[in-house]
């Protein structure tokens, strides 16, 4: 990974980063917003979230959104609507494979066999994991984090959140807990 990555992503999380495999998506800002998460961090830790979400103005209205009911109404519709909760099983099949691919490089990871990330496949319990999946692996494979792409609008208009022509204190609150 790039010098100037790494410590994109470390004034993002205001701490150093572990475990990164690659940058997992790229901010209109320039700056990286979700990396790969390998599936087992430096220490040992098993870690199931391959997709994590970085940039703390995206985090932080993910937050707003949670806190606003929208996970409770998703899970709701997961319960009514057939075809949503296939395209969401599919979304948690997708997870799984792509970290699949990163386990060689970690000896496998037998404590999070079939344990995607965010809820999936049944439940929804994290916005930030949703809308990271749907940003590194693109739209059309995760139906809700798509949903919380189009209610974020534009966070990366007012300019990079870390870096060059960002504010002198970056927003700290992408994850409390994570690859670092």
């Not at 692996?137 to 208009?157: M, S, T």
């Amino acid at each position: 990974m790039a010098a100037e990555d790494e410590a994109a992503i470390a004034a993002q999380l205001g701490r150093t980063p572990r475990g990164i495999a690659e940058v997992g998506h790229r901010c209109p800002c320039g700056n990286p917003d979700v990396v790969t998460t390998l599936p087992r961090l430096p220490n040992g830790t098993p870690f199931p979230t391959t997709y994590y979400l970085t940039c703390p103005r995206a985090a932080s209205r993910i937050g707003t959104l949670e806190g606003g009911g929208v996970m409770k109404e998703m899970q709701a519709r997961l319960g009514h609507d057939a075809e949503l909760a296939a395209a969401y099983a599919r979304a948690h099949e997708a997870y799984l494979a792509a970290r699949a691919e990163l386990e060689p490089q970690v000896g496998g990871v037998p404590e999070i066999a079939g344990i995607s990330a965010g809820g999936m496949p049944d439940r929804v319990k994290c916005l930030h994991v949703l809308a990271g999946q749907s940003l590194a692996q693109g739209r059309g494979v995760n139906p809700l984090g798509d949903e919380v792409l189009d209610a974020l609008g534009d966070w990366w208009a007012s300019g990079p959140c870390v870096g060059e022509g960002a504010p002198a204190e970056p927003a700290a609150d992408a994850a409390a807990e994570g690859p670092a």
